[in-house]
């Protein structure tokens, strides 16, 4: 068993689930799943992947353990470890770690791998994801561009890469189609998991006039309900933590691309592929969060446009540009 301070809670998920099968013989079915994380469970992305699994625990279709804030010079020996331990299925992030978790790939044939990537699938083994929500991100800009009266937005993101900047970029043409006076400014903590940094960096914008905050890491928000100044969320709602500050979020939804996985793999079909798609709007991957305590305070004007766009994207009508290029601070 790799050791996790949270392997424990896995298991006894696992094992709750287990005991309500009415059959013995029903538990060999059970698909054995791994999770590799670098950060916290509780860090937006990372929970998503936790979320769906343990939905699938919950139905009773897979064991589920994982090992969190593994550094990246570990990440190879604890693959290898799940797939010695005989896990059918791999989940895990391989952005900083792609040599090491393909060549792993490689070694373990029999062994199914869906790892968050920027690379393309490697046969016959290897399928990737990743977080294509640039569509409800691009939603939430268009409320973003309305709520704001200032026309000032702050905007701070982990690292500069094309997971982040895609999101932050339809962002910004969200904003940019109701407000094209919209001034940004852009900051990248260099971190996944910092809240104080983030927060901190947030205090930064609003103290030059930001209204408006994207709040692509944990900490934003803090600082925008502190400063009394709106926030928009990204992947996670946390509009219950924060009721007068988190407008909307661009949410994420990890369970198509899990249940499809599970459900290969049992199956005998698994191959590398490229799972991407099944983060967008029309495969239920993605959606702007309900508007809940701001439902009226957003202009109308905004909210039919949001409402019109929505339906234009899932009636594949009009796309979302995806641009992975580092986004620029365009604030004077």
Do not use: C
């Not at 424990?8 to 538990?27: C, R, Y």
């Not at 407000?179 to 809240?195: C, G, Q, R, Y």
């Not at 502190?226 to 994420?252: C, F």
């Not at 969060?289 to 004007?301: E, N, R």
């Amino acid at each position: 068993m790799i050791p996790s301070r949270r392997t424990a809670l896995s298991l006894t998920l696992a094992a709750g689930a287990l005991a309500a099968l009415p059959l013995p013989g029903l538990a060999q079915a059970r698909l054995k799943v791994a999770a590799i994380y670098t950060v916290p469970v509780e860090q937006q992305w990372v929970s998503r992947i936790d979320k769906a699994l343990k939905a699938a625990v919950a139905r009773g279709e897979v064991e589920y353990v994982f090992s969190e804030n593994v550094a990246n010079a570990d990440y190879e020996r604890v693959m290898r470890q799940y797939a010695e331990a005989g896990h059918t299925l791999i989940v895990g992030e391989s952005f900083a770690v792609e040599a090491a978790a393909r060549k792993v790939a490689k070694d373990y044939p029999k062994v199914s791998f869906l790892m968050g990537s920027s690379g393309k699938p490697q046969a016959p083994n290897f399928s990737v994801f990743d977080n294509y929500i640039q569509e409800p991100a691009y939603l939430s800009g268009l409320i973003a561009g309305g709520m704001s009266k200032s026309g000032k937005i702050g905007m701070v993101g982990g690292f500069p890469i094309p997971e982040v900047n895609r999101l932050m970029n339809a962002f910004m043409a969200g904003v940019k189609e109701v407000n094209p006076k919209a001034e940004f400014m852009v900051t990248f903590i260099n971190s996944w998991f910092d809240p104080p940094k983030a927060k901190e960096a947030a205090f930064a914008m609003i103290d030059k006039g930001a209204d408006v905050m994207y709040a692509e890491r944990f900490g934003v928000s803090d600082a925008a309900k502190e400063r009394k100044v709106l926030a928009i969320g990204n992947v996670i709602d946390t509009q219950s933590q924060y009721p007068e500050t988190v407008v909307a979020s661009a949410l994420w939804h990890m369970e198509p691309t899990i249940d499809l996985a599970i459900k290969t793999v049992k199956a005998g079909q698994f191959k590398a592929e490229d799972y991407g798609k099944y983060s967008m709007m029309k495969y239920k991957g993605s959606e702007l969060s309900p508007l809940g305590t701001f439902a009226s305070k957003v202009p109308q004007p905004v909210l039919d446009k949001v409402a019109a766009r929505q339906k234009e994207i899932l009636a594949g009508t009009y796309t979302v540009k995806v641009d992975d290029g580092q986004p620029k601070g365009t604030a004077k």
